[in-house]
């Protein structure tokens, strides 16, 4: 079973508004890192953040972690016609460095 | 360009054959994993490799095989190929574990 689950599956915008996705998950983990795949093509990485970090910044994406709530959120601000593409994040666990993907969040900027 | 490198991007070829799919990592990473997407498994973790040494197995066929070689680059084998195997077989690499990873482009997998 995944361990990060993305909400919502599917997500459509106009350019220019913000767009978040949210992130669940199950175990503890070290840290959280969310990347973004146009469409069948490779893996880019965003953003990574520790398990004793809140917020995080790069650019316009702002990324929170809720260890307690074991939940994460990537807010993409002003966004683009380019920021159209799937959104993942994925977790390391507790007692292990592989990542473990969600199912992803699709976004669409529409122009 | 995250400087993993992977060849051959797209490979065809037909059930029960064998193929070895490559990965060079970023210079400097020791540490390789593979990863496999497909549509109704999503991206699923198949095995790491630290400085030629095996470190995590994920859900990895009997049937896949993987090493680590000294100058570092990685080869996924897999073998007896089914229908079922065809996906996007994803190498990443980082500096150390709980770092940054970064992806390859992938190989297409099409088995007929």
């Known amino acids: 079973s995944q361990q990060g689950e993305e909400d919502p599956q599917a997500l459509s915008i106009q350019e220019g508004e913000n767009a978040t996705m949210n992130c669940s998950y199950k175990t503890s983990i070290n840290n959280l890192q969310w990347y973004r795949q146009n469409s069948g093509r490779g893996l880019v990485h965003l953003i990574l953040?520790?398990?004793?970090?809140r917020e995080k910044h790069s650019g316009r994406l702002r990324v929170t972690l809720d260890t307690s709530k074991k939940s994460s959120s990537l807010l993409i601000t002003a966004s683009r016609a380019a920021d159209t593409a799937s959104y993942f994040c994925a977790t390391d666990g507790n007692s292990s460095y592989k990542l473990i993907f969600g199912s992803g969040t699709r976004l669409l900027v529409r122009p | 360009d995250s400087g993993v490198t992977q060849t051959p991007k797209h490979l065809i070829t037909a059930t029960g054959q064998r193929v070895t799919l490559r990965c060079s990592p970023r210079?400097?990473?020791?540490?390789v994993y593979w990863y496999q997407q497909s549509l109704d498994q999503g991206l699923q973790f198949l095995i790491q490799?630290?400085?030629?040494?095996?470190?995590a197995k994920g859900n990895i066929l009997e049937r896949f095989s993987a090493q680590q070689f000294p100058d570092l680059h990685s080869e996924l084998n897999l073998s007896s190929l089914e229908l079922g195997d065809s996906a996007l077989y994803f190498c990443?690499?980082?500096?150390?574990?709980?770092?940054?990873?970064?992806f390859g482009p992938g190989t297409r997998l099409t088995v007929t």
């Open positions: 953040i520790r398990s004793n970090e």
């Open positions: 490799y630290y400085n030629g040494e095996e470190r």
């Open positions: 990443a690499s980082s500096a150390e574990r709980g770092y940054e990873q970064y």
């Open positions: 210079s400097g990473d020791l540490s």
